[in-house]
Each structure stands twice: as C-alpha cells, then as structure tokens.
C-alpha cells in the first residue's frame, strides 16, 4: 500500500489529485473543530469530560464517531455525514416502493444524475431535522443527560434559528466537499470523510483506554483486537464466491462474438455496514425518547437498564436486527431475476443450470447462503467491542469498534485498489519489456 502512495506521489496528475483530496480532508477537519455560534465551548467541553467519566452518552456515540467528534462539540460540521449516508439510504429503499425511482435507476446516467438530485434536497432536509433536534436537546440541557452547566447560554429563537441554519449549511458544505474529491480528487468522496473522521480520533481514544481505568496491559489486549479484527476485516472483504458464466458463440455477419467464459463475482458480506448502522439507529431511538420523560417513571428506567450498550437484552435485539437487516438489504441490492434476464439476452448461461428461471432459483441459494455466513460475520464483528468492554471490565465503552473497523479498512482497501488502477493506466510495461 505504501509503495503505491509513493509511485503515485512520482506521477504529476495522481500527485494532483492525491495533495486536493488531502486538502479538502483537512479542510474538513478545521469545519469539525470550528463551534457554532451561540456555543459555550468552555461549557461543552467541561460536559464532555462529565459523560466520560460516567461511560459515554450512549445515544449520540455513533453519530459522533461518524463526525470525528464534532456533533457533541456543537460545532459547524456537527451532523457530519449521516444525513446524507441517510438521504442515500432511503432513496434506495424508494426504488421498491416508487416505481418511478426503479425506472429512473435503469435510464442510466440521466436516471442517476435526477436520483442524486433527489438525494440532496432529503440530505437538506434531514439535516434541518437533525439539526434543529440536536439544539433543541442542547438547549434544554438534556445533551449530556447529567450535565448541569449551560451548554447554549442564549436560548432566544433567533440564537437557536441561527445555530439550525450554521448546522444545516454545514451539512450541505460536507455534501459539496465530498462531491468535489469523487470527482477532482482520489477515491469515493462521502467515504473518505467518514474515514478521516474516525481516524482523526483514533489516537485520542486509545490514549483515553491507557490513562483511564484499563491501564497498560488492557491497552496492549485492545490493540491486538484491533489488529486481529483488521486482518479479519481484510480476508472476508476481500472473498468471493465465483459463480461460472459461459457465453454461447453467435455469428453476427462474417463475425463471431461469444464464446469466453467468465464468472458473476458475489460477496460474503454483500450489504456493506449498512446493517450495523440501521442496528444502532433503531435501538438508539428508544433512548432518545426516554431522555425526554421523567427519570422517575418506570418505562424510563426500564429502558435506562435494559437498552444500554452492555444489557443482555440489547445484545440480542442488536444482533437480530443485524440478520435481519443484512438479508433484507441483500434481498434489495441483488436482483436474480433481473440478472438472470440479462444474462438469457447476451446468450449467457451457468453450466449445468437451464436459462431463465432456473438460472434465478439457483442465484437466489446461492445468495443465500453466501448472506448467512456475511450476517454472522457481522454480528461478531459489531459485538465484538461490547464483549471487549465486558470482558476487561472497562468502565467506558469503547470509542471505536467492529463498525469503525469495517469502514476504515472498506474505504481503504477500494482507495489503494483505485490508485493502483490508475497507476496501471500510466505505467504499463510492453510485449517485449
């Protein structure tokens, strides 16, 4: 991975594209540090330090991960990405229920360009709604649960307008950044600013493990689960089940075409970490509500014991609502029939499988089963932290996990494997070199 960095950094044009996607990075690390208006820094960071000392705030712990920090220091970038990881998601969940967004998605590139079109105004949207949730929590004072200092020392409707607005522009500021490094720069764009998120507090929150409670000797067990859980990440990302394709020979004039043989690449973990993300988000909803009830009441304390990070009964919910997510998004992403129709238009056929519907039968057990060892996989994976934190007896939980693994290596590997594409087109050897 190194000596592709270093080849590319020899080529002018990569060389380019590499310092502007490295530009737009810090640019957008500088918007996660920067607070909004109308924020007592002084008082968020003193709150902060509270929560961690008493095991993290729970609820928002993904979303702040995701947005390197920035979403409970109130600052310009505090939505991150979410909203449009969000708006990107549910736009893709419509292709089945509106049948217009279907046919959109098989125009081609015009059909995708209105499909993106779709995808910023809800980006928009959402981060207006997430934002003005996020001050109004702020300024109740419930951000932090506990936390008795102001956080939002002017609660006047034009402050709390102005901090929605900072908010929201700053979604839509992420959304064009990230654009711009898809199109000028190296790599998906969306992708590369959640992992520069996660990165740029990784050495803060390992520092966080060796100066608390864990000590030396815990450190060193974490960061060997993290090294292990890469490797893991790595070989399983990286498998295939090769399904043969056969190409029957056609003459077309004086011309034959056909008769190569090539294969239908199918993933173990097809879903990505999407399944984790709709996990968190659904078991963080409860949670959310209870902060707005009375600490007395007992549904309050029935969620507050049972639905927190470490609970047995949150455990199993948030491995089931894994399954069934990965098989449901699987089922959604994947289409046999359709890839069996294509393949019965260009005289292709799966040797010893008949063309048509039986072509579709086959791919679905497939799938299938390949989808049953990709689910289990990322349940061990999205578990794995909690039962780290159990099994240490650490007093937090940990900053960072089986989903943050994931998306670090994914956006990794498919960075390197771009750049070395690339190099391949500018550096190429001849027949007889």
């Known amino acids: 991975m190194l000596s592709a960095f270093m080849q590319a950094f020899k080529t002018p044009d990569l060389r380019a594209k590499l310092l502007f996607t490295l530009g737009i990075m810090a640019l957008f690390r ?16 003193q709150c902060i330090g509270e929560s961690q000392q008493q095991g993290g705030p729970g609820l928002l ?14 600052s310009v970038f505090a939505l991150g990405i979410m909203p449009y990881i969000t708006a990107s998601i549910i736009i ?22 209105k499909l993106t079109e779709y995808t910023r ?11 003005s949730t996020i001050v109004a929590t702020a300024a109740a004072g419930r951000l932090f649960g506990t936390c008795t200092v102001p956080i939002v020392p002017n609660s006047s409707a034009l402050n709390l307008a ?43 929150n390992l520092l966080s493990i060796a100066k608390g409670n864990g000590g030396v000797s815990k450190f060193l067990i974490v960061i060997a689960v993290i090294l292990a859980s890469t490797v893991a990440v790595v070989f399983i990302e990286q498998a295939t089940r090769r399904i043969p394709v056969q190409y029957a020979k056609r003459m077309i004039g004086r011309r034959q075409y056909g008769g190569s043989t090539t294969y239908i690449p199918v993933k173990i973990n097809t879903a990505g970490v999407i399944p984790v993300i709709f996990a968190s988000s659904i078991l963080s909803m409860p949670q959310l509500v209870a902060q707005f009830g009375k600490p007395d009441s007992s549904w309050v304390q029935w969620i507050g014991k049972n639905l927190h990070q470490t609970a ?5 919910g948030y ?47 497939v799938i299938n089963r390949v989808t049953v060892a990709g689910s289990l996989y990322l349940v061990v994976l999205a578990l794995m932290p909690t039962i780290a934190v159990i099994w240490l007896g650490l007093s937090q939980n940990l900053p960072f996990g089986g989903t943050t693994i994931l998306i670090m290596v994914g956006v990794g590997l498919q960075t390197v494997k771009e750049i070395n594409s690339q190099l391949q087109q500018r550096h190429y050897e001849g027949f007889l070199s």
């Not at 995701?66 to 979403?71: E, V």
């Not at 105004?121 to 934002?131: D, E, K, M, R, V």
């Not at 047995?312 to 199993?316: A, F, H, Q, R, S």
């Open 92 to 113: 893709q969940l419509l292709r089945v229920v509106i049948p217009r967004f279907e046919e959109l998605y098989k125009e081609g590139q015009s059909g995708t360009a």
């Open 319 to 365: 491995g089931l609502l894994i399954l069934f997510f990965t098989f449901f998004y699987t089922a959604i992403t994947f289409n046999p029939e359709e890839i069996a129709d294509n393949m019965k238009k260009y005289g292709g056929f799966i040797p010893g499988i008949r063309a048509g519907e039986p072509t579709a039968n086959y791919l679905r057990y």
């Open 30 to 45: 500088l918007g996660s540090v920067l607070p909004t208006p109308g924020v007592d820094l002084a008082n968020v960071k």
């Open 61 to 74: 712990g993904l979303i702040d991960i995701f947005s390197g920090g920035a979403l409970l220091q109130l």
């Open 312 to 316: 047995p009964p949150y455990l199993v």
């Open 121 to 131: 105004y809800l980006t928009i949207g959402l981060g207006l709604l997430q934002s």
């Open 162 to 204: 102005l901090m929605v607005v900072t908010m929201t522009a700053g979604t839509g500021l992420i959304m064009w950044l990230g654009e711009l490094i898809t199109e000028r720069g190296i790599g998906n764009g969306m992708s590369l600013l959640i992992f520069t998120s996660i990165v740029a507090r990784m050495p803060q």
